[in-house]
C-alpha cells in the first residue's frame, strides 16, 4: 500500500534534481574546488529498474559533472540535463519530447529553483529535507533525506501500484 495520495497508475515519467535529491545537500568541495557529490546506491537501483521497465527518467540540474553525468549514463539514463539555471524550461522540452501529460510525471525537488517544475507536473514530489516552500508544493513527502534513498521511495511505490516491482527476473541484477 502506498503512502502516496495520487493515481500513481498515471506516472509514465519520472524527473529528478540531482544536489539535495539524488545527493545530499552537503557537498564537500575538492582541492581543485569543484563539488563532489556522492550518490545512494538504492536510488541507483532502482533508477536502473524503472529504465529496464520503460519509464522515462530525465535528470535536470543545475550543477554540473562529468562524474555524476556518468553515473547516470551508467544507470541506463540518457536524458540527463546539467548547467540548467532555468528548469521549466528543460522540462517542458523533455515532456513534449517524450509526449508525456503533466499528470504522467512526478517530479523530485528539493528547493527554490524546483519549484516552477514541481508547480506543472501531476506529482510534485519533495525528500525529507527539502525547503518549506519545495514540502508545501509537494503531493509526496518522502520519509528519506535527500541522498539517503528518497529517489528510491519514490520509484519504488509507483512501481509497485503498477505492478513493476520485483516482477520479473530484470529486478534480480543490474
Not at 519509464?55 to 549514463?73: D, H, L, P, S, V
Amino acid at each position: 500500500m502506498s503512502s502516496i495520495n495520487y493515481d500513481l497508475t498515471k506516472i509514465k515519467g519520472f524527473v529528478f534534481d540531482v544536489d539535495g535529491v539524488l545527493s545530499p545537500s552537503t557537498i564537500p568541495l575538492g582541492d581543485d574546488g569543484y563539488p563532489r557529490r556522492m550518490v545512494n546506491i538504492k536510488d541507483g537501483y532502482a533508477l536502473q529498474l524503472a529504465v529496464k521497465k520503460g519509464y522515462k527518467i530525465a535528470i535536470i540540474t543545475g550543477g554540473k559533472g562529468i562524474a555524476f553525468e556518468a553515473r547516470f549514463e551508467s544507470l541506463g539514463i540518457s536524458d540527463i540535463f546539467t548547467g540548467a539555471s532555468k528548469k521549466l524550461p528543460v522540462l517542458l522540452e523533455w515532456m513534449s519530447k517524450e509526449n508525456l501529460r503533466p499528470e504522467e510525471v512526478a517530479y523530485m525537488g528539493d528547493d527554490i529553483p524546483d519549484l516552477q517544475c514541481m508547480r506543472h507536473v501531476g506529482l510534485p514530489c519533495s525528500p525529507y529535507d527539502a525547503c518549506w516552500e519545495a514540502k508545501e508544493s509537494s503531493i509526496f513527502i518522502s520519509k528519506f533525506s535527500g541522498g539517503y534513498g528518497c529517489g528510491r521511495d519514490l520509484l519504488e511505490q509507483i512501481m509497485k501500484a503498477q505492478d513493476h516491482w520485483l516482477s520479473d527476473h530484470e529486478a534480480f541484477g543490474w
